[in-house]
T-cell receptor, first 111, second 111 residues
């Protein structure tokens, strides 16, 4: 069974630009969550989608958004990038809403 | 407020000995707890979990203990191996759809 796939693995963007990250969950997993990892703040929850609906959102500004498609694949978008958005962005999927399997992440660098 | 805390940022253990990683939480609504292992620039890998209705769960060399009255859980690794060297995160789930993570403990197992 394929794991959680995130693309791209690495991204370099300029301040003010926007970026879209992609996540393909494990087949059969309908819940997809996104997390941000930074050295200062650790692993923080961004949002969670189930059946194309956002069910929960973390404490992040509106510049961070996401969506889920009918095949459970998900994308997250960050607009008007700031230097502080540089982080490892992780996607996780779950079948039972207890155990979450993570992808390898997308390393975003904002310059 | 930090609802899940790992007070030891690092731990060094000799190969073959026991590693004990600790985690404290404040939210009594958490009902499921997980431990993840993480290498730099990769996503967390699920290790072991425990429901709040249990006080112990074992899987091979890994055992998780939960003390609900103290709001404390610990991960025991016996025997420790050099390949166990990584950052370990505890996480908690409150029957919702998000994980709350501790800050992580870097485990170094010396040969």
């Amino acid at each position: 069974k394929a794991g959680v796939t995130q693309t791209p693995r690495y991204l370099i963007k300029t301040r003010g630009q926007q970026v879209t990250l992609s996540c393909s969950p494990i087949s059969g997993h309908r819940s997809v969550s996104w997390y941000q990892q930074t050295p200062g703040q650790g692993l923080q929850f961004l949002f969670e989608y189930f059946s194309e609906t956002q069910r929960n959102k973390g404490n992040f500004p509106g510049r961070f958004s996401g969506r889920q498609f009918s095949n459970s694949r998900s994308e997250m978008n960050v607009s008007t990038l700031e230097l502080g958005d540089s982080a490892l962005y992780l996607c996780a999927s779950s079948q039972d809403y207890k155990i979450y399997t993570f992808g390898s992440g997308t390393r975003l660098t904002v310059v | 407020d930090q609802q899940v805390k790992q007070n030891s940022p690092s731990l060094s253990v000799q190969e073959g000995r026991i590693s004990i990683l600790n985690c404290d939480y404040t939210n009594s609504m958490f009902d499921y707890f997980l431990w993840y292992k993480k290498y730099p620039a990769e996503g967390p890998t699920f290790l072991i979990s425990i429901s709040s209705i249990k006080d112990k769960n074992e899987d091979g060399r890994f055992t998780v203990f939960l003390n609900k009255s103290a709001k404390h859980l610990s991960l025991h690794i016996v025997p420790s191996q050099p390949g166990d060297s990584a950052v370990y995160f505890c996480a908690a789930n409150n029957a919702g759809n998000m994980l709350t993570f501790g800050g992580g403990t870097r485990l170094m197992v010396k040969p």
